[in-house]
């Protein structure tokens, strides 16, 4: 049972929007009960003394890669030692299920989602039961992830789907967004999601709208082509009727900084225009993804395989990293080219002679080996079985500071959990660096809606209450200390966890800081999935959530 509990004499940013105010709340039963000012005490309740410090709800990670890691001992604990209490999973078309044994999916996929479970999964409603059960450490929210749908019905290979493959994949996503799936996510800038012709999207689209769930799209290219790729992911919403949603949007390389004002135009069109579309955002202007997407795509037409292929056979290695050193064409981004070595940062390194490596730039390591750049990551990769990270600073910091300030932008984090080793900060540090740095200390959005965009706005979207500190709210919270509150995690030392954050409830019991109780092993938490409905849409205002 939970514990009655009183929170007495703090103030409230209560989610919805509404200014900071003075109250206590009570909690019974994992919820929130009463909201009021001068509450008594009653017989049973434990009083929990606020003065001076400031009550949230729990916050939701709308972009997490947590799939693997909610099946980990203690890899969630980056998330709820900031205030994340609920994480939405498949993000970028990559995840874990359905997956199929010694078909590529988790070689290619474990730079960004760590080390795989030991189960398969033939269906993604295996993957929704086994997280069911297993009462992960925070609430789970799961969207289906586009590369492993895709591979399970025709592998890795980077070829268009055929009409009876598309049908297989419809119905495959039907089964999953009608179990409770909140919608379906498209990693387009990555194999085997790239490969995908609209005929392939257009019918996945239109099984997402016939379900009224969400299309989310890490889109083809967030640089010189953003325009292109924007439209695309735009056309794909107004001609299948669904809504849509922009994964961690946002303007890379320096030839690009300024365009920002242009793609929120944009939005802003396609929203007068009925299309449903929202974007996540973090507060960072490097990135962290996959080594292998600086290599042309050809070179992982069969995944991980394919490009260890490529890295061992002379010809196709010259061939690759000429390539690479060239601007591409095509839809997709070189970031080799329009970054540079320079401003690339490897991490997530197995072999103890490489790991004095982890976190440096690309161009030092191949200063310090007497090598080409391009060669030095070709060598570190292959050594690496094809599993290396990136960090990546590329990314526009007053676009950046732009979309923050559009109203229908929520908060997500993208880390990729990792137990050791070099992690972007971000993993540690988005919501009280969304909150302490660009709310309070230079007023890029009012905290009290910075707050309602990472609490009930996108809950609303993706169909799932809560996110409020109102009655009848799950009892989600967080106590944090106003005057010392701020994130720690930098580049330097990015597994620094949060100050000022005294505690965290989830359906009332306390899970930060960790109790004695509660070691944060897989299965011991008190979080649960969210099997969703239809969600709400979000025009014409995009204020979503507890009014």
């Known amino acids: 049972m939970h514990d009655r509990q009183l929170i007495r004499g703090g103030d409230l940013l209560d989610g919805t929007g509404r200014p900071r105010r003075r109250a206590d709340v009570r909690i019974a039963g994992g919820r929130v009960v009463e909201v009021g000012t001068d509450l008594s005490l009653t017989e049973g309740e434990t009083l929990r003394d606020t003065t001076g410090r400031l009550l949230l709800p729990g916050f939701i990670d709308v972009h997490s890669h947590d799939d693997a890691a909610l099946l980990r001992p203690r890899a969630l604990d980056p998330k709820i030692s900031q205030g994340v209490t609920a994480t939405i999973v498949g993000n970028c078309g990559h995840g874990c299920a359905p997956s199929v044994a010694g078909g590529g999916l988790e070689d290619y996929a474990r730079p960004v989602l760590g080390p795989f479970p030991e189960q398969v999964f033939p269906r993604f409603t295996d993957y929704l039961d086994v997280v069911e059960r297993s009462a992960t450490a925070l609430d789970v929210i799961a969207l289906v992830p586009h590369a492993p749908l895709r591979a399970s019905v025709m592998g890795m290979e980077q070829k268009p789907a055929d009409a009876v493959q598309i049908r297989e994949m419809a119905a495959h996503l039907d089964e999953a967004l009608s ?13 085997p999601g790239s490969a995908a012709g609209r005929d392939e999207l257009l019918a996945l689209a239109r099984v997402v709208a016939r379900r009224g ?84 795509s050809w070179t992982t037409d069969r995944g991980t395989d394919s490009l260890l292929e490529v890295l061992t056979d002379p010809d196709a290695r010259s061939r690759a990293l000429e390539e690479m050193r060239t601007p591409w064409d095509g839809p997709l981004e070189n970031q080799f ?165 005294d505690a965290v409830l989830l359906g009332g019991r306390p899970v930060w800081p960790r109790p004695p109780e509660a070691p944060g092993d897989a299965g011991s938490g008190p979080g649960q999935l969210h099997r969703t409905g239809p969600v709400g849409r979000s025009l014409p205002t995009g204020r979503t959530g507890d009014e």
């Open 179 to 191: 179990a409770g799936a909140a919608g379906l996510s498209l990693g387009l800038m990555y194999s």
């Open 213 to 296: 769930k969400v299309l989310v799209a890490h889109i083809r290219n967030e640089g010189g082509r953003l325009e292109g790729s924007l439209e695309e992911f735009l056309a794909l919403g107004r001609d299948a009727g669904c809504a849509l949603h922009i994964s961690h949007l946002k303007v890379t390389g320096a030839a690009n900084f300024g365009t920002m004002p242009r793609i929120i135009d944009r939005l802003e069109a396609a929203r007068a225009e009925e299309i449903d579309v929202t974007v996540d955002v973090y507060p960072y202007t490097a990135g962290s993804t996959t080594a292998s997407t600086l290599f042309p």
């Open 337 to 501: 080219t329009s970054v540079g070595p320079e401003a690339i940062l490897l991490a997530g390194f197995s072999d103890p002679q490489a790991q004095a490596f982890d976190g440096r730039a690309l161009a030092d390591i191949a200063a310090e080996r007497g090598e080409d750049p391009a060669e030095a990551l070709a060598d570190l990769l292959l050594a690496e079985d094809g599993v290396l990270t990136i960090i990546v600073h590329h990314s526009d910091p007053q676009g950046m500071r732009e979309v923050l300030s559009w109203p229908h932008a929520f908060l997500g984090s993208d880390g990729l959990p990792r137990e050791e080793g070099y992690v972007h900060p971000r993993l540690f540090g988005t919501f009280p660096r969304a909150l302490s740095t660009y709310a309070w200390a230079e007023g890029v959005v009012p905290a009290e809606e910075v707050v309602r965009r990472m609490t009930s706005a996108p809950r609303a979207r993706f169909g799932v209450a809560g996110g409020s500190i109102l009655p009848g709210a799950p009892a989600d919270l967080q106590i944090i200390d106003p005057a010392t509150y701020m994130d720690r995690a930098d580049y330097q030392n990015p597994r620094r966890e949060t100050q000022g954050l």
